[in-house]
């Protein structure tokens, strides 16, 4: 009988954890925390998450109460933003200038302790851009509502995003894959390349800074640690307990993908070094419907996740891969005559800027 792992949220991160769960006889089962019907777990089944935080409901509170949710005390730490900073500061990791909101501190009080230029993050939640508020003039305040609910961060003037997925089994032992060049458009990842030469002399500084986060908190499975590259150095944005979308690349690009290895560290299975089998680019299919050409596109894979289309929504990414740099800018190309002309034009021209550089 194969091993059940029960994933909490049924998105498109667990339909992804489940399609890599089959190679490996692993019978993994994501739940929408939606469900009228609690899942009956048994004594032996294990539990995961592909998100960092969740609502009380009959499918939370049974699955957070199993004793085999691996790292279920982790998630709301590295979910609020106040406590996962001060994780990384007790760590002595580098990480942009931060403060806490709260106590009707002022806006020029944090300007005064962080610059001109402040971001204001909602502890929780706020992906893909939401959750923000700029004090960007002298006639901005504190909105009254976000006192006690956020961190205010010091703007970085970053020279690139990059970001490292890495796992972590039950054994203590840590593997990395290449670091990520990331590009953000309105908050929401558009596109990344792995892996870049040029990036290869941070990898053993993104590897100390996210092994040092593993081991602390004794966590086992695939966490994703986002940065901002500011000349030599690596400052943390913000870490991903679960695997991560600057990670996508994997599925197609290495021999064993962010979700295989998830499962495996989850497991108890071994965790090999994986081997990058070409040149990647992912591009994320935001908003935007589905187009059966790009089933057609050399070097091309496409994810299509089903859902519902809705502007600033992914829906998909397409996993662009070869070792043959002239077949993927070409491939490229023609994608950009498939998507929408608003961000895919940027998110284009800075792959094949990207893939220039290598």
């Not at 049974?62 to 406590?83: C, E, M, S, V, Y």
């Not at 403060?99 to 402040?118: F, K, M, P, S, Y």
């Not at 089903?306 to 600033?312: H, I, S």
Request: charged fraction near 20%.
């Amino acid at each position: 009988m194969s091993q059940r792992i029960w994933v909490l949220g049924a998105g498109q991160l667990g339909a992804m954890l489940k399609h890599a769960g089959m190679p490996l006889a692993l019978d993994v089962c994501p739940v929408d925390i939606n469900e009228g019907r609690a899942p009956s777990l048994a004594l032996n089944d294990l539990v995961t998450a592909e998100r960092e935080q969740w609502p009380e409901t009959l499918v939370t509170h049974a699955l957070a109460q199993h004793p085999r949710f691996i790292n279920q005390a982790i998630f709301g730490r590295l979910a609020d933003r106040k406590t996962q900073k001060e994780l990384i500061d007790s760590l002595g990791i580098a990480t942009a200038p931060w403060r806490n909101v709260a106590n009707d501190i002022t806006a020029n009080e944090l300007r005064d302790q962080l610059g001109e230029r402040v971001l204001l993050k909602r502890r929780t939640g706020g992906y893909d851009g939401r959750g923000q508020h700029w004090l960007r003039t002298d006639g901005d305040e504190v909105p009254d509502d976000w006192q006690g609910e956020a961190i205010a961060e010091q703007a970085i003037n970053f020279d690139e995003e990059v970001s490292l997925v890495g796992v972590r089994n039950h054994q203590g032992e840590c593997v990395f894959y290449p670091l990520t060049l990331n590009l953000h458009l309105s908050g929401i990842l558009y596109a990344s390349i792995a892996p870049l030469a040029r990036l290869q002399p941070l990898q053993a500084q993104a590897e100390e800074m996210l092994g040092k986060i593993l081991n602390a908190l004794d966590y086992v499975g695939v966490m994703a640690m986002e940065t901002f590259r500011v000349g030599d150095q690596l400052l943390i944005n913000e870490l991903a307990p679960r695997v991560h979308n600057s990670g996508h690349w994997t599925q197609a690009g290495a021999s064993i993908s962010q979700f295989e290895y998830h499962l495996r560290a989850v497991a108890g299975m071994a965790t090999p070094v994986p081997q990058v089998v070409g040149q990647n680019v992912m591009i994320n299919l935001i908003g935007t419907d589905y187009n059966p050409v790009w089933r057609d596109l050399p070097c091309a894979r496409t994810y299509w996740y089903g859902k519902e289309v809705r502007a600033g929504r992914k829906v998909g990414h397409i996993n662009i891969v070869s070792n043959n740099i002239t077949e993927i800018r070409e491939t490229l190309v023609l994608l950009g005559d498939l998507l929408p002309e608003h961000h895919y034009r940027e998110a284009i021209d800075w792959s094949l800027n990207g893939l220039a550089t290598l």
